[in-house]
């Protein structure tokens, strides 16, 4: 890319401004005393950067003395071009800083002296400013027109103070070719300035020299100059420049990414239609990520919303990740792990490993990952360290990290994105960490039912899967860019303007999800098979960030669907993903119970996760514990072994009123459960079998479940475990009614 730098911004022409005198500057070493010799030796002293270890002449045994001529003298001046200090170059060659006594002689340190750059006072108005290693060097460059600096005492002596009269300009660092043997001093001379500079200048670019020029070996710029000529070397500098890449992290994204309109406009009922006709069973998951996506576009949105869909192998997890493909929108990965965020490698440069680092190509693009699984089952300690390293990079305020090979790394400030991914169902374990670390991921499971053998026939019929989810891919491509070309500004949404109703519905939403998914171990006291179970104080979440994100989850809802107010349709996103980021269990008994009508019983709880009678009591004991349920026991008098019963909790008994069930997405028809829509399933319509979830050890395969007739109705209960408990229930109330009229005919009143 071209700079179009020009020597024209260079500022004034430096070529006749040297203080340097290489034949007579004996004079002005020290102030000559009588007997001395204008060029007479002197002791060594040696400097650092806060003066001389010795500033005087030893005592005792004499110092060998090394007769010493000045080569060279360079002024350091301030901005008004005072003279502050000054280095010495001799002859043998070496360097030394003398700073002016008052009297017309020097003191041979700079202790106490304000350190500034080289040339100063040409520096000030400059537009470009070039920065080699040492005074000549940047005297031969201001004899090419350049406005050229460098720091006093060397390679390695760059202090950050110097960055401050280079604010806003563009600078560029040519470093010496030094070898291995040194270290590559210039080399990390140029990166450490750089370093400095970024964030401070406009533009910072480390320009690099050959190391052969007309079979010349190039140590420094004023080599190359003489190499290339001066006429050659000012051309072949300003090339050098512009091919060289900026130092430091890309410049920061905008927050709303540009695109021009497709031709062909595609609204949102277009784009799902188009979903719909390939891949029913993934629409209403596609549109909730599409809700996730599109929460970048509301300019007062902070946190970063995670979103994992979650079912067995092979369900259509991938296919439909693979329907967002905007590469200015979406960035996929593979092979995922948090500590990629911001990267330690030992195998990398400290200086380079922004380059590397995930967190800043990510911000303000959602991030796709395939498959989180690896990172769930990985053992404790990588799990506990992968969650970590997740939920503080979900706060969306940047990470920092510390490591023993590169010490303290990271960001800070806005690194908002969003987060898809897939995995398959998760480990109770996991739900458990996260519970205490404090959750930030959310689930969607897809209840993507099992097909039988005429189901899989039809799939290899019609139109193949991959034409399928490309004309997914292409269509919800132009939508997002119809969006975003939409909204140019993102949007400033009107939070007051949101009605009432579906305020109250996110809240409750969000209290519910807040005790679902506490973290609480609950275990039995003895072995006798009874209800004695006990459990330790749960960890609830207060419900603020949940209700927060699920706000945005809704207000992305509308916005996708070209609305800038909340209406009850956006509701039902929120409702599957309240249900589905519990604890996978608790989730499935949560929905039988209010699909049951609000209450369950132990041979339910049973038959419905196919446990033992243990199991099923722990998972009703964790529910009453955590506050969504009240517990009952039946009358031990009564007939029969007791059951334990669980009722919703009144506070969470709307959940299975007729006005909840009513805004919650009806399953479509998907042609018997048929993931790939084709015209030869028609007809299909098997039984489903059960949704598999995460497995438990203590579950026991259970009887052959009963076959329910089909009434042809809808129900968005794909696995049939409501229709079965109503069934169950309903016959059990039959049952009592039946034995209730045979007791009072046995037992007539006195």
Known sequence: MNDKENPNDQGQNDQNDQNQNENNQGDKDQKPQEGDAANAPTYETSITDNGPMNDAAPQGDPVPQVPRNIAATYDYNDENGNLLFQTVRYEPKDFRQRQPDGKGGWINHIKGVRRVLYRLPKLLDATIVWVVEGEKDADSMANLGFTATTNPLGAGMWLNEYAEPLRGKKVRIVPDNDDAESGHAGQKHAETVARSLVGVVVSVKIVKLPGNVNKVN??????????????????????????????????????????????????????????????????????????????????????????????????????????????????????????????????????????????????????????????????????????????????????????????????????????????????????????????????????????????????????????????????????????????????????????????LFIARCSKLLAEMRGAINVWQVDNSGSERLSHNVPVIEQPDRINCLLYNLARGHALACGRRKLTMEDMAPVLEVTFDSAPTIRAKVFRALIEAGGVLKTHHVEKLLRCSKPTALKEMEALAVLGVVDKTSEDPHNTGRPETEIVLSDKFAWFASKECQALRWVEQETQGGNLLSSEDADGIGKGNLPCVTATDPTQQPADKEPQLPDTGKKTDDPCGFAAKLMHDLQMEEALAKDME??????????
């Open 218 to 503: 190039i140590k420094d710029v004023t080599d190359f100059i003489m190499a290339m000529g001066k006429a050659n070397a000012t051309t072949e500098l300003y090339r050098l420049s512009s091919e060289a890449e900026e130092f430091g992290p890309a410049a920061e994204p905008p927050r709303v990414a540009k695109f021009t309109a497709p031709a062909e406009p595609v609204t949102f009922a277009q784009w799902r239609e188009t979903v719909a006709s390939n891949f029913p069973v993934l629409v209403h998951p596609a549109e909730v990520c599409v809700s996730v996506i599109a929460q970048i576009l509301l300019n007062d949105v902070s946190n970063p919303f995670a979103l994992a869909l979650v079912d067995v192998p092979s369900s259509g997890k991938t296919i439909m990740l693979n329907f967002f493909g905007v590469p200015e929108l979406i960035y996929t990965t593979d092979n995922f792990t948090p500590a990629a965020f911001v990267s330690h490698a030992s195998n990398v440069k400290r200086e380079e490993l922004g380059r590397v680092d995930m967190l800043p190509r990510i911000r303000f693009k959602a991030l796709i990952v395939r498959d989180l699984a690896p990172i769930f089952g990985a053992n404790e300690d990588e799990l506990l360290k992968s969650l970590g390293i997740l939920t503080r990079t979900l706060d969306g305020e940047g990470l920092e990290t510390d490591s023993g090979v590169h010490g303290k790394r990271g960001y800070k400030g806005d690194y908002l994105f969003m987060l898809l991914a897939g995995t398959t169902p998760i480990p109770p374990r996991v739900f458990k960490i996260m519970g205490n670390l404090g959750s930030r991921l959310f689930f969607l499971a897809l209840h993507c039912p099992e097909k039988d053998d005429d189901q899989l026939i039809a799939q290899n019929r019609g139109t193949s899967r991959k034409l399928k989810e490309l004309a997914c891919k292409e269509q919800t491509g132009a939508f997002l860019r119809c969006l975003w070309a939409a909204n140019p500004n993102g949007v400033d949404w009107d939070r007051n303007g949101d009605p009432d109703d579906c305020m």
């Open 741 to 750: 009229s045979k007791q009072s005919t046995e037992n007539p009143p006195a």
